[in-house]
């Protein structure tokens, strides 16, 4: 290769690098330890970067609901192939939320794409609190209507096998009136999140005297 050729050639090679970089997963780029979710499922782990940028008050309550176990045990009350699966009601009905207050909306234009983590909400733009919902595909349409505050980065495999079968089906006056137990009866092979975490601050490091 000719000189000039061979130093062109080299000189293009962080461009091509950065393109590369550009249109990586963004597992493989990396995430930040102070906003990434596990949830533990019974078929594997799924790993949420937190969108802080979007929806910083949506991501607050995540986080802080995450650090007090607040979603451990808790079903996929609602799972529609091609749409969604949706979680984060202690008490199953879907109407149920935590005892934090509810969250203004926290709207933006970024798109709803498969892997996308939204926050479910009322009729009320206001109410959202605790339950969320990771996409399918097929939600392009709540661009706008609902806040995105996460995305999956890996474990999309799981959400995948995520119990379809009920749908909505679970009669919602029945679990409000029996709880859990008509859940486990009617319903034995809900899904539901084993175990959520999220990676705490490294503690400060002292300097040696």
């Known amino acids: 290769m000719p000189n000039d050729d061979r130093r062109r050639f080299l000189l293009s090679l962080p461009a091509v690098a950065a393109a590369i970089a550009a249109t990586r997963p963004a597992a493989a780029q990396g995430t930040d330890p102070q906003n990434t979710v596990y949830l533990d499922t019974k078929d594997g782990r799924i790993t949420i970067r937190l969108r802080p940028d979007l929806a910083p008050k949506h991501v607050a309550q995540i986080k802080a609901l995450t650090k007090r176990s607040f979603y451990d045990g808790i079903v996929f009350h609602r799972v529609i192939p091609g749409f969604m699966a949706q979680t984060g009601d202690p008490t199953g009905t879907g109407t149920g939320g935590s005892d934090l207050p509810n969250i203004p909306a926290e709207f933006t234009q970024e798109p709803f794409k498969r892997g996308s983590v939204g926050m479910a909400r009322s009729s009320s733009p206001n109410s959202a609190n605790s339950q969320f919902f990771i996409c399918y595909e097929g939600c392009g349409s709540l ?67």
């Open 143 to 209: 661009t706008g209507q609902y806040t995105l505050f996460g995305e999956v980065v890996s474990g999309m495999e799981a959400v995948d096998k995520i119990n379809a079968e009920y749908r909505e089906n679970p009669d919602q006056g029945a679990i409000q009136s029996r709880g859990n137990a008509y859940l486990n009866q009617q319903f034995p092979r809900l899904d539901y999140v084993k175990k959520a975490t999220i990676v705490p601050a490294p503690a400060p490091v002292t300097p040696k005297k």
